[in-house]
């Protein structure tokens, strides 16, 4: 799913190419995309467009007379710039944005449609659809400190809720909690005045390091390489491989259609954290440290 770095990559990189032009019509090639009725699609349709800015995980496009479209990509869904007028072709496309600069079109993989495309009238409706999480870029340690204790969770799952931070998730949660040397089972009003001071630095650090090489990536150019697996992260998508900090091996614990990559020695003192379902099944042969996965190795 595309998070904070990657959605500020497409902002950025679509902000060059439409603002001040024409959206002059929205095709839509499916009938899931679209989840409004009110206003009509074709309200938005010759409009200049004001801006580009993110809400969440969402690209929001602001045009004139206060209207905005808000696009959500879920976990397959990637924006493409293409010449204008493009025909919507395949079933993975599944709309075109017609600027008089050229077309966005929004594709998304896979059989689930999960993105969705809404359609509302002013900043009051807009943020409606935020789920109101502290931006992570702008907290203070202070706002940081009492978004993070407001719910006695895990780190990874205070990290990845949009009503406590915007726009991350699984991907640079793991990231941010590597750099940070915390597991992410850690129980969040168990952390010390420290450790929340490092997580919150981790977190900055990581967001903000990852959208820069993104954009340096992309090179003026629309990015076609979002992806939530990146050889260079640390232990996100890396089961396994070596940390690049310590060499010990990459570890993670899968639950419901997500997981949490982590470095045992690095995060937790070299305890292996029980994946529940995994575990329950080996019982006590379930291996409770790192040395002892080495030695059974």
């Not at 003026?220 to 390489?225: D, M, Y």
């Not at 995994?278 to 059974?296: A, F, H, I, N, V």
Request: charged fraction near 25%.
């Amino acid at each position: 799913m595309p998070e904070l770095p990657d959605v500020d990559v497409y902002v950025a990189a679509l902000s060059e190419r439409v603002t001040g032009a024409t959206l002059e019509k929205v095709r839509l090639n499916g009938p899931f995309l679209l989840r409004t009725v009110n206003p009509p699609l074709t309200a938005v349709e010759t409009k200049l467009v004001r801006g580009v800015r993110r809400l969440g995980k969402r690209v929001v496009i602001a045009l004139e007379d206060e209207l905005f479209l808000a696009i959500h990509l879920m976990i397959a869904g990637r924006l493409h710039w293409k010449p204008k007028g493009m025909k919507l072709t395949g079933k993975v496309t599944l709309a075109g944005f017609d600027f008089s600069t050229g077309t966005l079109t929004l594709t998304e993989a896979g059989g689930k449609k999960r993105a969705s495309l809404h359609v509302v009238s002013g900043e009051a409706e807009l943020l409606a659809l935020s789920r109101g999480g502290s931006e992570p870029l702008d907290a203070t340690l202070d706002g940081f400190r009492a978004a993070l204790v407001r719910e006695n969770r895990t780190l990874k799952r205070a990290l990845t809720d949009p009503s406590t931070f915007s726009g991350i998730g699984n991907a640079y949660s793991d990231e941010i909690l590597h750099a940070a040397r915390l597991s992410p089972t850690q129980l969040t009003r168990n952390l010390d005045g420290a450790a929340t001071a490092r997580l919150h630095e981790a977190t900055r650090n990581t967001l903000i390091s990852w959208r820069e090489r993104l954009a340096a990536e992309a090179g003026g150019r629309f990015p076609e390489k979002v992806t939530a697996f990146r050889p260079e992260m640390a232990v996100h998508g890396r089961f396994k491989e070596p940390c690049p900090v310590c060499g010990a091996p990459v570890q993670r614990i899968v639950y419901a259609e997500s997981e949490a990559n982590y470095c045992a020695r690095c995060q937790t003192g070299g305890k292996l954290l029980a994946d529940r379902a995994l575990s329950k099944l080996l019982g006590k042969d379930w291996p409770r440290t790192l040395e002892e996965l080495e030695r059974r190795g």
